[in-house]
């Protein structure tokens, strides 16, 4: 019975040294103090064990490890300036970033560490499609002053954002446009109801649609269609920046062009964190399953 004791007595002086060590290696750390980034705290917490989920408004503030950190969509260039902080992270610690540009590629492949865009997760992009699209909808009336209802739409690309918003204008009455490169894209389109057109024939529409919504990463909006766009028409370009219009050209030929960026976390900061919070989530179980 002594012996028994005894031994159960080592089993529980051990085993808190290895749940603490696990404990460490689990944390998650979310780097940054916005809405969305504060939602997606809340959202981790209801996945993962509540106090391994950290919060902290820069990577210096971090007061403990963590094997996995999770960046804002849009890390600002002031975290990159100084990276110092990285030099204190353990090889194979887990960076999941939005914009992972080269200079923070480059910084985490020196230090063995792992990164992860998680914009470039095909469900987190169809998810943030339906937050982009109807924060573009909100952000034409504010500009505008009018209903999407009987408003002549264009809107370039079809990609997961270009659909989800010709689905959600068509949807509220307007006359919309959509401009595909691909015969298969424009032939999907034409069965949601959709006018699809190709860019050829971009020029000539200009002239007659209110707003044009550009949802491509590369210059569309140059001077050759530009210089047929009434100064009455509006610009909503909602791809990465910088975008696919020419906004100094637009500057000088007074027309109102806006560069849409990170509309969920703006309108709607708690969908956004919720769909944060997915992508992270199921990326960080992908890892362990792949340990």
């Known amino acids: ?107 985490c492949g020196k230090r063995q560490l792992k990164l992860i865009s998680y914009l470039d997760n095909t469900e987190f992009k169809i998810a943030n499609a339906v937050p982009t699209s109807e924060g573009a909808i909100k952000l034409y009336m504010e500009l505008s002053g009018q209903t999407v209802a009987q408003s002549r739409m264009l809107v370039l690309g079809f990609g997961h954002c270009g659909k989800a918003l010709s689905i959600r204008l068509k949807a509220l009455g307007a006359d919309v446009t959509v401009f595909a490169r691909s015969p298969e894209d424009r032939i999907y389109g034409k069965t949601l109801g959709v006018d699809m057109r190709e860019y050829k024939q971009l020029p000539k529409l200009v002239r007659q649609k209110a707003c044009i919504f550009n949802t491509v990463p590369e210059r569309l909006l140059d001077g050759s269609i530009l210089t047929y766009m009434p100064r009455s028409n509006l610009i909503i370009d909602l791809a990465s920046a910088p975008g696919g219009t020419d906004f100094s050209l637009c500057e000088k030929m007074k027309l109102t062009a806006v560069l849409a960026s990170s509309l969920p976390g703006k309108f709607f900061p708690k969908t956004a964190g919720k769909i944060l919070a997915d992508t992270v989530a199921a990326i960080i179980n992908d890892q362990k399953e792949d340990e």
Not at 24 to 53: H, T, Y
């Open 1 to 107: 019975m002594l012996e028994s004791y005894i031994v159960l007595s080592t089993y529980y002086k051990e085993e808190p040294m290895i749940i603490t060590e696990t404990r460490q290696r689990d944390k998650i750390a979310v780097i940054g103090m916005d809405n969305r980034q504060k939602e997606l705290v809340r959202e981790l917490k209801l996945r993962f064990q509540p106090s391994s989920v950290i919060h902290a408004k820069t990577p210096e503030d971090l007061k403990t490890a963590a094997g996995v950190i999770v960046l804002p969509v849009k890390a600002s260039e002031e975290l990159f300036n100084d990276i110092g902080w990285m030099d204190q992270l353990e090889p194979d610690t887990l960076l999941l970033a939005g914009l992972a540009g080269e200079m923070l590629r480059e910084a």
